[in-house]
């Protein structure tokens, strides 16, 4: 056999062995990194930015009619059934029209510290708190999403509460859960007024869960 061929069939000492395993791995290391850093950037590429930074995504604000501010307004112990549309453009999606109802209810400051006191889960020190006020200029502005499993829930001026017909959870004009499987009370989102105008953004929260997770801003 040539001494070439023979050279190569040498493992070498124990050294030179110990020193080829350590470039070896090193090499692996290195690619690994290099191969993760390139494929990051790749993949959250595909993601929509709502999901990554929900916080920082701000959504789509969208104005209410004055109809339906005049409504809200006007209301006294019944919630106001508020549709609005917004234009959907997240990620690599192509924009796209959505429409939306939301339960706005009017608060007298009384009842705005009762509604303080009755959801802990919104002004408590547990981790679902929302990173928004859920009251602005004495209205709130529910989610119409049961947040068991994804329902539209409805007021039922009779019964005074909103019942979801699918499972049966029923929560009071608060948001407050009063029946049924949902794990959390209703979830607020985020109203405000912006020269006059009144304006909601529609946030999705995970359902099926006590804790208030957001999903996606519209």
Known sequence: MPSHAKA??????????????FLANATLA???????????????SLVPESILHPDKAGGVWAPLSDADLKSLEASTNNP??????????????PPSDDQ???????FTPEQE???????????????DEVPYPAVTMGFVVFSSICPHLGC????QADAKRFICPCHGSQFGIQGNKLA????RGLDPLPFRDTNG????????YKSGTPDRIIVSYS
């Open 197 to 204: 105008k009144a304006e909601i953004t529609w946030i999705q």
């Open 8 to 21: 190569y069939e040498d493992p070498g000492t124990p050294e030179e062995q110990s020193r080829r395993q």
């Open 180 to 183: 049924g499987p949902a794990p």
């Open 113 to 127: 510290a009762s509604f303080k006191a009755n959801r802990p889960d919104l002004f408590g020190k547990k981790s």
């Open 80 to 93: 106001v059934k508020i549709t609005f549309e917004f234009k959907y453009a997240d990620g690599y999606l």
């Open 152 to 155: 539209r829930y409805q007021w």
């Open 100 to 106: 939306q109802f939301v339960w706005g209810v009017k």
């Open 30 to 44: 290195v690619g690994g990194v290099i191969g993760l850093v390139v494929a990051i950037p790749c993949l959250t």
